[in-house]
């Protein structure tokens, strides 16, 4: 039982006329209630001192106190295996090469980019490159995050808080100026694709593509909050009752091979993919839809301050372009290759 604090302990003892020797004793009784109440008062004081510090390492997951040290100490293990005995720090490519093992990192439920259960364009290409490296691929997939910068953080330089490991190439970044200014922590390269906006139709329903007219009083199909879904909306309520909305575009495909759907916009390689064998009735062209319609080159992210690794993957991709291994790989999943800009 914790004692009372010593100060209220002497309001009661100073009403009391007493001896000398009595005053002592009383006095040595108090000065022993002091000593005993001290060490309990500072253990609650402790305690006190202890929250904020316990609140600022609560893990950001909601996982119990401390398990978050556990990642830690697990990360550090991680990074002394790429520390030579005498304390020199390995690059990137040297490891990839000790190990035997090329981690690439793409984006989950992307079809036909990648999909957890049947691989996808971006598999094979980073099964292509890790071969020109002399080593095996390993595939990690991510979910997609609010923007860029966050998919860069968790898949190239740091890592997920959660504890996704980070990859050693990222796959499918936009090759834009802007966006690796607003990301010092990686390295944009090597770009080995052309992603263009198109406009598949049904030939039975319509003889050609001629802009929005042709639409007339047809349905169209696109995938929620991509480009052709902003155009759209853009023209205000003059299309709303026409379009169709689609979690992802492969199924607005298969609306259209359902005839439901006379028109799908979206990604050329994702509507290829879907359309599969059916191409010649499900033909495509280039949508016009001014900067709704902008082409994207595709390249590739390394981590900033990785020189052996960026070069190695660069010329590898370079090659990859030259031999054709690229429009195989498209082709293979029913999709048409297109290199990346001049320049690109």
Known sequence: MRLPHPGRLVPVLSPVVVSGSLQALLAMIVLLAIALSLGPAHAADDDEDEAPAAAANADPAGRPAGSHQKDKALAREAAAKAITDDGEKVDALTRVRTTHVLRVGVYRNFTPFHDDA?????????????????????VQS??????????????????????????????????????????????????????????????????????LESLGSLRAGVENLSMPDLYLLSFGAQYKSQISHFPELH??????????????????????????????????VRFNGGVYGRAIDLGVAVKAGEPALARAVGEALQAMREDGALQRIYAKHHATWVAPEPGG
């Open 118 to 138: 049947k691989g996808g364009i971006d598999d094979d290409i980073g099964a292509e490159l890790a071969k020109r490296l002399g080593v095996t691929v390993s």
């Open 251 to 284: 199924e607005a495909v298969a609306a259209l091979k359902a005839g439901e759907l006379a028109v799908v916009l979206g990604s050329r390689t994702k509507v290829e993919s879907a359309v599969g064998e059916d191409a010649a009735r499900y033909p495509n």
């Open 142 to 211: 991510y979910l997609a995050g609010d923007e860029m910068e966050d998919d860069f953080r968790n898949i190239i330089w740091k890592g997920h808080y959660l504890g996704t490991p980070v990859s050693d190439v990222m796959l499918h970044v936009p090759n834009d100026e802007a966006l690796a200014k607003s990301a010092p922590q990686v390295q944009i390269l090597a770009p080995y694709a052309n992603e263009q906006t198109v406009v598949a139709y049904d030939r039975e329903k319509l003889s050609g593509w001629k802009g």
